[in-house]
């Protein structure tokens, strides 16, 4: 799954370019850009990302439009003209750096992998509901053997 849409970058576009960009060549630079942003987090994050954060989105879309702009505007050689797009890819950049060096968080739903608290119960089974902790089951094969080793079974 992309991290952001054709129609994402369209209305960063609407103001920025003159030209009519199709959605195949759109989807080829959120690809490029979808791999930076997982090559940057890969070692902090479990990607790619089966839900989108919010700032992964808005990188994605910066990223892409980058990728965009530069295959586009950057041909006629003029550096000054066109430094705001490599500011803009600049700053996504610094964004991926602080998410990968800790510095930022994608926000309270996302962990990062090394922060993943190992279990003691890596031998049992249990079952937990994200969304309704009363469904939270604790494996009956758990259950017994503690029920055993407290009657010295």
Do not use: H
Not at 36 to 41: A, E, G, K, V
Not at 62 to 71: G, M, P, S, V
Not at 91 to 105: C, D, F, G, P
Not at 123 to 131: E, H, K, L, Q
């Amino acid at each position: 799954m992309a991290y952001s849409t054709a129609a994402n970058i369209k209305v960063v576009l609407l103001n920025v370019a003159t030209y009519t960009f199709d959605d195949t060549a759109i989807g080829s630079f959120i690809a490029k850009a979808d791999a930076l942003i997982d090559s940057y987090l890969a070692n902090v994050y479990t990607v790619p990302f089966t839900t989108t954060p919010a700032i992964i989105n808005s990188l994605s879309v910066d990223i892409a439009c980058y990728y965009l702009l530069r295959t586009t505007y950057t041909n006629d050689r003029v550096e000054e003209k066109n430094s705001w797009v490599i500011e803009w890819y600049n700053k996504a950049l610094e964004i991926l750096k602080k998410l990968a060096n800790k510095e930022m968080s994608l926000g309270t739903a996302y962990v990062p992998t090394s922060s993943i608290v190992s279990s003691t119960d890596e031998n049992y089974t249990s079952t937990f509901d994200i969304d309704n902790v009363e469904d939270w089951k604790r494996s009956e094969q758990r259950l017994e053997d503690i029920a055993n080793d407290r009657d010295g079974d």
